[in-house]
């Protein structure tokens, strides 16, 4: 199957200081890629819809200019969170679509996920 | 709007059964079934796309009812590498975005 990547897969940073988060996928082009949260023992929370080349979409109550995304290349999908604090420590996972997937029945591909610790 | 499973956690014993229900308030176009160990991404399982679709072999199969309102996953004679979190996600569009959700999860446990 196709494979996504993700970087770093653990981070520990200060409270203060911005986090940038890499989603790559290696071997086929992703127009959209979604970001979420977990945290211990909870679901999935989707955070924001990237699209290549355009804004991302957030979900109710996720705050763009705490949670930065870029989506630049069909490839490569950024995730900054800036001025991190402790409540923002979490696992950030990503995930992408292949661009033939689109309205037919499609898998996701995650990467492996980023563990962000504030301290 | 977020698909809600039941039950929430689960202990087995090695070779028992069980299943994992996903329950929506609205149609789905798809449901897919994930299982997450900790500390890493989910793992794709199956997809299901038709009401009344089941599918899956005869350790893990999954079902879709007419209404594709549930899906139940179900796990046979299990084994300890079955233990894990098991989520059901599919896609929806709202207000003109495509978006993909999972629903609340459940905490499967298989003892020895």
């Known amino acids: 199957g196709a494979v996504v990547s993700q970087h770093p897969s653990r981070v520990i940073c200060k409270s203060g200081t911005s986090v940038k988060i890499e989603c790559r996928s290696l071997?086929?082009?992703?127009?959209?890629m979604f970001w979420y949260r977990q945290f211990p023992k909870k679901s999935l929370m989707l955070m924001a819809t990237?699209?290549?080349?355009?804004?991302?979409?957030?979900e109710q109550g996720v705050e763009k200019d705490k949670f930065l995304i870029n989506h630049a290349s069909l490839t490569l999908s950024t995730l900054t969170v800036t001025s991190a604090h402790p409540e923002d420590s979490s696992f950030y996972i990503c995930?992408?679509?292949?661009?033939?997937?689109?309205?037919?029945?499609?898998?996701?591909?995650f990467g492996p996920g980023t563990r962000l610790t504030v301290t | 709007q977020q698909p809600v499973q039941s039950p929430q956690a689960v202990i087995l014993r090695e070779g028992e059964d069980a299943v994992i229900n996903c329950s929506s308030s609205?149609?789905?176009?798809?449901v897919h079934w994930y299982r997450q160990k900790h500390g890493e991404a989910p793992v794709f399982l199956m997809i299901?796309?038709?009401?009344?679709e089941q599918k899956g072999h005869e350790k893990i199969s999954a079902s879709f009812n007419e209404k594709k309102q549930q899906s139940s996953l179900y796990l046979t004679a299990s084994q300890l590498s079955y233990s894990g979190t098991y989520f059901c996600?599919?896609?929806?569009?709202?207000?003109?975005?495509?978006?993909?959700?999972f629903g609340t999860g459940t905490r499967l446990k298989v003892l020895a």
């Open positions: 071997d086929f082009q992703a127009t959209t």
């Open positions: 996600g599919t896609s929806m569009v709202t207000s003109g975005t495509y978006k993909y959700i």
């Open positions: 990237s699209n290549e080349g355009s804004k991302a979409t957030y």
């Open positions: 609205k149609a789905l176009y798809s």
């Open positions: 299901l796309l038709k009401g009344g």
């Open positions: 995930s992408a679509m292949n661009l033939a997937g689109i309205g037919t029945h499609y898998e996701q591909y």
